[in-house]
């Protein structure tokens, strides 16, 4: 089970850690059930690359969540055993065309982006079991069951994004505080229920 009780994040807000980098304006839209569509044939080819390398491949972020308004980027989280040698699934990334980036400041993960040309993706290689792992898992389930919580962080996000829709930290730094109310609910909720990951998506 993945607890925050007796944890302290060091580092980024929760929320830069979340999303990512972007230049681009900040774009909340509508959900769209392609969503999962989109991220039901990335993963296909993904395990079709990596095979037992990949030892759960799973659609999170906003856009894994029914009825959240999001980015319209498809978050993918691959689970694998190590994060070295990164040549293990680096390698079978290339050659799908994603971009590796060696240069983001997140040690708990590798990060690649889509192949050029391509609708904008974030793929993120995390260690099976470690807390970065399971986190996004646990975010992702507790907002599925609380659909309440769903419609209140779409509207912070909207709000957010109105108010800081060119600046990108701005963003971030002004929702943190309703997503770390979401963090704590969900980690009294893992405790009461004994969650755990359910299968892998792909």
Partial sequence: MCTLI???????SWAAWHHGRMSSPVEIVNYDRDWVT????LGITLRGALGDVAVRIDHVGSTAVPGLAAKPVIDIQVSVRSLDPVDMFREPLARLGYVYRADNP???KRYFREPPG????????RQLGSFSQQFPLLFRDYLRSHPTAVAEYAAVKRQCAARFR????????AKDPFVWDIIRHADAWAQRTGWTPGPSDA
């Fill in 6 to 12: 007796g944890c302290r994040w060091i580092g980024p």
């Fill in 38 to 41: 989109v991220f039901a044939g």
């Fill in 166 to 173: 060119h600046d990108r930290q701005g963003y971030v730094e």
């Fill in 118 to 125: 391509h609708r904008r993706t974030h793929v993120h290689v």
């Fill in 106 to 108: 997140e040690r708990t």
